[in-house]
């Protein structure tokens, strides 16, 4: 349940949080999928200038299973720095907004990459934060637009951005690492899978176009679960052997609505319907043996199960990174090993990027 404190203006709302009165989620704080404000990260905004949208905190109100986007900081209002310090030292590292300013956020972090651009020297962290913040929403926007052909483009500009900062100079690869998001949504997922999977890409010294065509594929992977119910999506329950086949559906899906935009290239297109496929050929939806997969399916594969498993999850705590690799050496399936040896070696040598 959530609801808006609109009776409460942001002047009290930064009071009653600074005097530490309120019972503000900080970070890792998992939900579902169905509110109706998204988390903005303080660390895409740009501190000491007018916001276009208003900003809110998210809190638990008495019951503490009532959950409250109270309003911190109004459109047209400067965000000051202090403000930003204090936050980080109660451990809050987002704020909200509401769904229906997703375009004006959107237009807001693309201000905030030219004003990164104009000031030249720039930590590559800073900049490569806000392109993936700015790619999530544009992904969000594109999977619920009925003109997905139209976001293709975009997508794929955004993508060519983020390789061209991560292959600037050797050091940023590791930073693919830092950027992953912690808390599970489709879209925190389908970036992570994306800067995993360039990442991997480019440590493998993969041309930049092979790179693109892995990187649309991992960041349109799951398009085909935004047609899949979310109670079932969000379910923290396990699910029914009904509920399972339906969501074993969405690679199928995916390609069938990528099919239609004619907009993707064909080897995206392939790598979205055979990312669940696995070494065996115990894999979904063809079962497909492993001489018939793309060479890079077992790439987004792996990058796809990592990510599941070292995600906080509604239903289960993130595993270590290592510990997460392990679980996937361990997986076996009817015939073999799931993930194969040589793109395992691979990833670990990226995850141990110095
Ligand atoms: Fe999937
Ligand atoms: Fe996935």
Redesign the pocket.
């Known amino acids: 349940m959530d609801g808006n404190g609109s009776k409460m203006s942001g002047h009290n709302t930064r009071e009653q949080l600074f005097a530490n009165r309120l019972k503000v989620h900080r970070r890792n704080f998992c939900s579902n999928g169905t509110t109706s404000y998204f988390p903005l990260y303080l660390r895409a905004l740009m501190v000491g200038e007018k916001l276009s949208f208003s900003l809110y905190v998210k809190v638990s109100g008495e019951d503490s299973q009532e959950v409250k986007f109270l309003p911190f900081l109004e459109s047209e209002e400067i965000l000051e720095p202090s403000w930003v310090e204090m936050l980080q030292r109660l451990g809050v590292d987002r704020f909200y907004f509401h769904r229906g300013d997703l375009d004006l956020v959107i237009a807001y972090l693309n201000n905030h990459l030219l004003l990164l651009d104009s000031r030249g020297e720039v930590h590559p962290k800073e900049k490569l934060l806000v392109l993936v913040e700015h790619l999530n929403f544009s992904l969000r926007r594109s999977f619920n637009s009925p003109h997905l052909g139209r976001h293709i483009h975009l997508a794929q500009i955004q993508v060519e951005r983020l390789i061209q900062e991560l292959e600037k100079d050797p050091t940023s690869l590791k930073l693919v690492w830092e950027l992953l998001y912690q808390h599970y949504t489709l879209y925190n997922h389908s970036l992570n899978v994306c800067l995993l999977g360039i990442g991997l890409m480019l440590f493998l010294h993969k041309s930049r176009r092979e790179s693109l065509i892995m990187g649309l594929a991992c960041l349109f992977?799951?398009l085909g679960?935004t047609r899949i119910p979310e109670e079932i999506l969000y379910r923290t329950e396990p699910l029914t052997p009904e509920e399972k086949e339906i969501i074993m559906t969405?690679?199928q899906l995916g390609f069938q609505i990528l099919k239609e935009t004619s907009a993707m290239p064909p080897e995206v297109m392939q790598l979205v319907l055979e990312?669940?496929e696995n070494a065996d050929g115990s894999g979904y939806p063809q079962g497909l043996a492993l001489n018939k997969q793309h060479p890079w399916t077992r790439i987004i594969r792996l990058v796809?199960a990592y990510d599941g498993l070292s995600g906080h999850r509604p239903y289960r705590q993130a595993l270590k990174p290592f510990a997460a690799l392990k679980a996937l050496q361990d997986q076996v399936g009817p015939e073999g090993r799931i993930f194969d040896h040589r793109t395992l070696v691979n990833f670990i040598r990226f995850l141990a990027v110095p």
Do not use: I, N
């Open positions: 992977h799951d679960l969405h690679p990312h669940h796809d």
